[in-house]
Structures are given as C-alpha cells and as structure tokens.
C-alpha cells in the first residue's frame, strides 16, 4: 500500500513539474534585437516637396532627348548660409567629375597589374591625378540643385542646437567633353614619367581609357584616402 502512493505521489510531482514547464514555455518569448536609427535633426524647410531621385540615380535629373549624350555627376555640402552651401556643392560637383575620371584610371591600372604597377605611377595616381584632372574638365553645367534646412537638436543627440543647410547639386557634361578630359589626364600622366619602357608599359596597360569611361553606367566610387 506504501508503494502504491508513494508512485502516486511520484506521478503527481512528475506531472506538477510538467505543468510548470510548459507554462514557463508560454511565458517566455524570444525577442530579436531591431535596429533603430534616429536623425539628431529635423527639417524645417525643403526646395522641393521630396528628396529628388537624381540624388541617387544621376541621370534621372535631365528628362531631355539627349540624356545618352551626357554623363551626369552628384555631391553634396553643408553650411550656415544657403547661398555658400549651394556653391560649394555646385563646385564639389565639378570637382567630383575629376574625380572620378582619376579613379576610373587608377582601377584600370590597378586591375591590370594586380598591385605589381610602378610605385611612382601609383603615386601620382594617388596624390595628383584628380587634382591636375580638374583643369581638362570644361563644358560641365550644373543642371539642378536641391536644399534643406536642418535644425539639428542636442534634444536628439545632436553635439550641439545648429541650424545649417545640406545642399545637392547635379552636374552635366557632354560625353564628348569627358572623353577629351580623360585622354588629356591620360596624356598627363604618360608624359610625367621618364622611364620610356614604364611609359610604354603604362599606355599599353591603360589603353582607350577615355572610351571605357564612357560606357561606365554608374557613379565610380571614389576611394577616400586615409
């Protein structure tokens, strides 16, 4: 008779124990972490109604038949007065053309020699090539620009209460001037270096540079140095 209840009791703590599991199992809920970014400002004044596409996607800021004949080139800045913020992303955006066209000849010879290139070209490449390349670019124009006006608060974790401007600028240019930009960046480049077998070596590596940036559909990333 002992035996016999104490395997009830047995039975009864065993399915007690049970019980308490599985409410335990209700209860708890795995919860996975969500990732949450909060501007630290807020917008007090815009140009436009929305954020133009053409800050992403470039030649979606010309509409006119000749779209294919152009390349079109984006940056931005930021500044306490309006008119300052919008020339200076109107001069980025010109600069920016320089930039890319020296960071598109930079890849090709990088991808060509696979990091075995002469140290003095990668050199230049790297501290005077996008600076020189500005003087070949002419014939751009800025095409549209876009502002907003940012009242940053310490309230949202903002350093400090600021109100400034972030501006866009859209710039364009003619294939055809690009393509005279690239072969005189080209030509720049060859001429600075007095090794004649490195000179041969570089043209032959670089080749028709000028037509292969213009088939470059999107924005070339350019590198920003350390």
């Not at 007690?16 to 807020?42: A, H, L, N, R, Y």
């Not at 400090?160 to 364009?172: G, M, P, T, Y």
């Not at 393509?179 to 060859?190: E, I, P, T, W, Y």
Request: hydrophobic content about 40%.
């Amino acid at each position: 008779m002992k035996k016999i209840l104490s395997l009830v009791m047995l039975l009864s703590l065993v399915s007690f124990v049970g019980c308490g599991s599985k409410e335990k199992k209700e209860v708890v809920k795995v919860v996975e972490p969500s990732v949450q970014t909060q501007p630290d400002f807020i917008i007090q004044e815009m140009s436009a109604k929305n954020y133009p596409k053409w800050i992403k996607s470039p030649d979606k800021g010309d509409k006119s038949k000749f779209r294919k004949k152009n390349r079109y080139f984006v940056n931005s800045s930021e500044h306490a007065s309006k008119r300052l913020c919008l020339k200076s992303a109107e001069a980025r955006a010109t600069a920016h053309v320089a930039g890319e066209i020296a960071q598109f000849i930079k890849n090709t010879y990088a991808e060509a020699t696979q990091g075995g290139g002469d140290e003095d070209v990668s050199e230049y490449m790297q501290e005077q090539l996008a600076q020189e390349t500005q003087a070949f670019v002419v014939g751009s124009r800025v095409l549209r620009t876009f502002w907003e006006k940012r009242f940053y608060k310490e309230e949202l974790g903002a350093e400090e209460d600021k109100r400034i401007f972030s501006c866009f600028a859209l710039v364009r240019i003619s294939k055809k001037n690009l393509a005279k930009a690239v072969k005189a960046a080209q030509a720049k480049l060859l001429n600075g270096i007095e090794d004649p077998e490195v000179k041969k070596k570089t043209d032959k590596i670089i080749g028709d540079v000028a037509e292969a940036f213009n088939k470059v559909n999107k924005p070339v990333v350019i590198e920003q140095e350390e």
